[in-house]
């Protein structure tokens, strides 16, 4: 049994954001002239100048709406995540931050982008972040079909994925050609696929996982959104150690009634002789000196029902 399936079985046990355009408004200048007034225009009653006419821009064209940005690409000045992509309900989240994670079987980057006419150039850098959440298309009650309806169906794909082990397994992946949000989900029914087994964010996904959860978190990070140390394996001849129990923490309960494992890989810095101390045959919380020596960082998420 590999060690995904192992993870996938240990978790049945834990204890549970356009900037609109700017206004283009133009300051007028009324230019007023000195009156030349000769005799007999001093001896007449005064009578106001008429109102001077505002100027009109030249061409007589109202302002643009918005100038393109001349530093960006054409394909860059809208913002194709903001349309493409609906994000699913999240759950409430513990307050944490950061990036990262990088995994050698990450798909190659892809060029699916959708432009959007009238999105502006500043906005097309995506601020919204992919979120994992236990309901609504990430439910346990989930199919490859309402994964398509929501993410598009070009975006979704059932194919096979590496599995620990070495092997294949079938799977619907969205956005398999982006590095940045590809995300696997495996199902228990994987011949109708449905019912949602493992949400699987690896190599160098930005999705976030329940519990504020993403790639690259050290053992301080995860212990502050955990609430307190937790338990995990030491280090396999990979260089990965995964979570054993979240020790009653905040991570341990979800809601939704999914839960969450990790793996985190060690620092390729880190000598062998000191990883070798750190067996995976044996338990360690998160706080042990040797084990933070080692500087380990999230380098897989698994959100299992």
Known sequence: MHRRWIEAALLVGLTTIFAGPLAAQQRQQQSTQPSIMNDEQDAAPAVPPPAAKPPRPRGGKSAPAFEHDPDLDAQDQFAPSQIQQQVPDAVAMPSSGGSGGNRAHAAARGTDAVMEPGAIARASRSTKPNIVACSGVFARDSSHARLASAFQSKNVAFMQVDASSGGKVMASVLYGKDPKRRLEVWWSKPASRSDTHLIVINGQSDWIAPGELHL??????????????????????????????????????????????????????????????????????????????????????????
Do not use: H, M
């Not at 502050?224 to 260089?239: A, C, E, T």
């Not at 979570?243 to 969450?260: F, I, M, P, R, Y």
């Not at 101390?277 to 080692?294: C, E, I, K, M, Q």
């Open 216 to 305: 690259g978190l050290t053992l301080a990070e995860l212990e502050q959104l955990n609430g307190k140390p937790f338990k995990l394996s030491g280090f396999d001849k990979d260089r990965v150690a995964t979570l054993s129990d979240w020790n009653g923490g905040q991570l341990a309960t979800l809601a939704g009634g999914c839960k969450v494992g990790i793996s985190l890989r060690a620092d390729p810095k880190t000598a062998a002789s000191a990883l070798s101390d750190l067996p995976a045959d044996r338990g360690f919380t998160s706080s042990d000196a040797a084990l933070r020596a080692a500087n380990p960082t999230v380098s897989e998420i698994l959100v299992a029902y």
